[in-house]
């Protein structure tokens, strides 16, 4: 077989190679896309599934005071008080203090504001020199605290601590529970020291 042949057989067996690794490419091709068809159809379906399903008792984006009543009664919480179109009340018995936690949705603003009211009032301060340290101290807890904030209210003279929680995509029990919880386990454990910084001179 002259060299020449052997070329022309190479080059065919090449040819023949490029021809079969290009079908089998396209074929390799659109069985992935068939496959990313089926994904993406899976996908889909499921996508549509979690928007009609329906909402659990664990969560809602239709908030409303029915909701926070309902999240606040399967919490075992004091009974609530309706104050207005858009307040809810709750008395709080804690271990050092007693105060009111007050519920406040501003559906527009997509905002649940919560405070423990009229926590320390001013009135309470026995001296400037303990107004003072109370404001200082206030500013330094607000500065230590990951939720929730100290409050002062000059036309009151009240002293609240309080938390926000955005819903503008709903509201969960969890994290609403939470929230709670740790503002009413903070009011009540800075108390004391809050009350001795009221009283600082006679110490």
């Not at 077989?1 to 690794?21: A, H, Y």
């Amino acid at each position: 077989m002259t060299d020449n042949v052997k070329l022309r057989n190479w080059v065919g067996i090449g040819c023949v190679s490029l021809c079969l690794f290009a079908c089998n490419s396209r074929r390799l091709l659109i069985t992935e896309n068939r496959l990313l068809e089926i994904e993406n159809a899976r996908l889909s379906e499921d996508l549509a599934n979690c928007n009609t399903s329906p909402e659990s008792d664990d969560f809602t984006t239709d908030v409303s005071l029915d909701v926070i009543e309902t999240y606040l009664k399967r919490a075992q919480l004091p009974a609530s008080q309706r104050k207005g179109p858009n307040t809810l009340v709750v008395p709080i018995e804690a271990t050092n203090t007693e105060f009111q936690l007050m519920l406040q949705l501003f559906s527009q603003e997509k905002v649940l504001y919560i405070v423990a009211n009229d926590y320390i009032q001013i009135d309470d301060v026995s001296s400037s020199q303990a107004m003072v340290l109370l404001l200082t101290d206030i500013a330094t807890l607000n500065y230590e605290l990951l939720l929730g904030k100290l409050q002062l209210n000059p036309s009151t003279g009240a002293v609240s601590l309080s938390a926000e929680i955005n819903i503008d995509d709903g509201l969960g029990y969890q994290i609403f529970i939470a929230v709670i919880h740790h503002l009413i386990g903070t009011a009540d454990a800075r108390y004391p020291e809050l009350m001795h910084t009221t009283h600082a001179d006679t110490f």
